[in-house]
Each structure stands twice: as C-alpha cells, then as structure tokens.
C-alpha cells in the first residue's frame, strides 16, 4: 500500500481478512481500528487503550492487544520492536523507513522511493508479499548533540 489508506478503506480490508480467515467481525475490532487510524503518529498499545477510554467505549486490555496483532497480520498496521518489551505501532506504508533513535526512543518515518523499487522488483519463491516496513535504529541528530556536548564537557571522545 503505497499510500494511507481510508478508514473505509481499512474497515473493508479488516472485514475482508476476517471473512477469509472465518473470524467474528465483532464492534470492538471495528473501533479499535478506527481509533488507531486517527493516530497520525506511532503509538503503543496503552495509546489505545487511553484513546478507547477517552471515547466511552469499553473494551479489556486482551482485545486491544490481540486486535493490534491482528491488524498487523492483515497488512494494517507495522510492528516497531524497540527495546525488549516495548512495542509499538504505526498504520503500514509500503516505501517507508521507520527511524528509531536508540537513545531516546523517538521514531520518525521516512519515504524512501529507492527502497520501495528494490522490493517491488524482487520475487520471492514461494510468497507474494503484501507490504513490508523496514526499521532503521541509530540516534537522531538531537541525541547525537547533546552526547557530543557533554563529551566536551568531560573531555571524552563521543563516536555515532
């Protein structure tokens, strides 16, 4: 999916993936899908849960996180492992970076067309893939900063 799709546009592929794999088509997956296409930015699971909560709808913990990791199996939503034990998401872009600062944690997306190329181009035995999100860890130009002028401060070498 090159670009965003429309919450109708997700709701369609949602119900699509269910009918196909014969899962209920249950309101809760409906408006946890719609609460995460309202975020323009990465986000964990809490950010959902918050957002749910905010709403008035009422929904466990258990069905935020087993519909995040639905999402994720129909080509909705992209997997950002940072450090172990913290996940986050982002609504999937094929032809996007996802930049994550291994210093602060801060995550920024990149279109990158070259990237996007390559794998169009490629073909793979034995599967067709439907999208792909590729995660890039370094430290952003704030981080790498501040790391240069407290190594200043004490006299130390600082290497990115």
Request: net charge positive; hydrophobic share 40%.
């Amino acid at each position: 999916m090159a670009s965003l799709l429309s919450v109708q546009q997700a709701r369609e592929r949602l119900s699509g993936f269910l009918k196909l794999n014969e899962m209920r088509q249950t309101p809760e997956r409906f408006a946890i899908l719609e609460a995460v296409w309202k975020i323009r930015r990465q986000f964990a699971a809490s950010d959902v849960i918050s957002r749910m909560e905010e709403s008035g709808f009422r929904v466990s913990r258990s069905t935020v996180y087993q519909t995040l990791a639905l999402l994720c199996k129909c080509g909705l939503l992209s997997l950002l492992p940072l450090e172990p034990g913290e996940i986050r998401y982002a609504v999937a872009r094929s032809g996007f970076l996802h930049l994550v600062c291994t210093s602060c944690g801060k995550i920024r997306e990149e279109k990158d067309p070259t990237v996007a190329a390559h794998f169009r181009g490629r073909k793979f035995e034995a599967f067709t893939p439907a999208y792909f999100s590729t995660v890039v860890y370094g430290v952003c130009s704030t981080c790498a900063r501040r790391a240069r002028r407290g190594a200043k401060a004490s006299g130390k070498k600082t290497e990115y």
